[in-house]
Every structure is written in structure tokens, then in C-alpha cells.
T-cell receptor
Framework: AQSVTQLGSHVSVSEGALVLLRCNYS??????LFWYVQYPNQGLQLLLK??????LVKGINGFEAEFKKSETSFHLTKPSAHMSDAAEYFC??????????????FGAGTQVVVTP | DGGITQSPKYLFRKEGQNVTLSCEQN?????MYWYRQDPGQGLRLIYY???????QKGDIAEGYSVSREKKESFPLTVTSAQKNPTAFYLC???????????FGQGTRLTVV
């Protein structure tokens, strides 16, 4: 069965510093992986996704993530944090199996605070 | 404009009453989802539907019900059996497994 774990419910970074948000997944088959961002009292919007092919995926707003099958990880990074990056970030997984077909599972989220 | 619409944005109900949250999409997506969001718990899947007239329970389906009579619509009913219904509810839709989900703006339900 699929699941996703986000390490760290809160992350504080200085403006201009590296942003690193950790996501580990559990899946019995090759998964499809997603990162979303949520601003207060709004829905979620996609940052990037991994389906097949290149394991380093680039997304919007300067974010990127690398799929590492051996580590079952899909960590999100951004080289230089901006104040506008303050938000909550969610990792999500879907796997193509008969018992969870179509299920889209999210992690608990990581709240990012950016300090001047 | 294509998108997914949830209504209302805020909803207040008395304890013991059933309430239905609306979710409509004009993206021609096959799959639709309902999530509940509570602080520190992320998004928890309530129900999902891959096609019309079919839906599956998610991880926290107890006290909730859904229908999928039309491709565009996936309403969620929060019944009186749901012990702690106050939460932020999000609806989403997507084409298929390897595509992104599009989210509505959410409905904040408060039960008093």
C-alpha cells in the first residue's frame, strides 16, 4: 500500500538560504510523485511531478526535486529562499495497483517560514 | 475559464444536522477526490471516484457519504454520524494517475 512521510512539520530558513523539504514514500510498484504548495485558506497548486523518465524534475518558482528509488525519496529543494516561499508544502503519491487504483495520498505537510 | 468550484466557502451548521458540500468541475476530468484538512494532519482522503456512478472509500470515510451521478459533480454529505466535522474540506479532480490534481478553494465547515 502506498504512503508518504514528510520529515519535519516546520522548517525555518533565512531569505537567500537553501530550502530542503524531505519526502519519503512507500510503494509496492513504481510510484507517481507530486509536490504541492498551499497558501493560507486556499487550495493546493502543483509545484512539480515525477512520473517516468528523468529523475531530476524542475518545477515552478525555482523548485526542483530528485526521485531516488534506492532511498525511496523525493526531496524538494530551492537554492535560494524568497519571502514569497513561506507556505505549506505537501508531498503526494499515486501508485498503479489494483487495490489502490487512483488513490492520491498526501503527506502531513511541512510549514515553511522564511526569515529576513 | 476551466476550473473546479467548491461552494460555499464558509458553512455553519448545528450539531446533529447533515450538510452537503458542493464540488463542480468543468475540466472534463474523470477522477474526483474529497479531502479533509486539519492542522498538523495534512490532507486525509475521504472518498474518491474514478468514473461516474462509482466511488471508493478513502482513509476516513466514516460519517461521510458521496454520489457521482454526473461527471462534473461530486457532492460530499457530512452526516450527523461524523463525530468531529469541523474542518477545512478540499475537493480535487484530475485526468489520470500520472496527471496533476486541480484543487478547489475549499469549504470551511464549522459545526456548533
Amino acid at each position: 500500500a502506498q504512503s508518504v512521510t514528510q520529515l519535519g512539520s516546520h522548517v525555518s530558513v533565512s531569505e537567500g538560504a537553501l530550502v530542503l523539504l524531505r519526502c519519503n514514500y512507500s510503494s509496492s510498484v513504481p510510484p507517481y510523485l507530486f509536490w504541492y504548495v498551499q497558501y493560507p485558506n486556499q487550495g493546493l497548486q502543483l509545484l512539480l511531478k515525477y512520473t517516468t523518465g528523468a529523475t531530476l524534475v524542475k518545477g515552478i518558482n525555482g523548485f526542483e526535486a530528485e526521485f531516488k528509488k534506492s532511498e525511496t525519496s523525493f526531496h524538494l529543494t530551492k537554492p535560494s529562499a524568497h519571502m514569497s516561499d513561506a507556505a505549506e508544502y505537501f508531498c503526494a503519491v499515486t501508485e498503479k495497483t489494483s487495490d489502490s487504483w487512483g488513490k492520491l495520498q498526501f503527506g502531513a505537510g511541512t510549514q515553511v517560514v522564511v526569515t529576513p | 475559464d476551466g476550473g473546479i468550484t467548491q461552494s460555499p466557502k464558509y458553512l455553519f451548521r448545528k450539531e446533529g444536522q447533515n450538510v452537503t458540500l458542493s464540488c463542480e468541475q468543468n475540466l472534463n476530468h474523470d477522477a474526483m477526490y474529497w479531502y479533509r484538512q486539519d492542522p498538523g494532519q495534512g490532507l486525509r482522503l475521504i472518498y474518491y471516484s474514478q468514473i461516474v456512478n462509482d466511488f471508493q472509500k478513502g482513509d476516513i470515510a466514516e460519517g461521510y457519504s458521496v454520489s457521482r451521478e454526473k461527471k462534473e459533480s461530486f457532492p460530499l454529505t457530512v452526516t450527523s454520524a461524523q463525530k468531529n466535522p469541523t474542518a477545512f474540506y478540499l475537493c480535487a479532480s484530475r485526468w489520470g494517475l500520472n496527471t496533476e490534481a486541480f484543487f478547489g478553494q475549499g469549504t470551511r465547515l464549522t459545526v456548533v
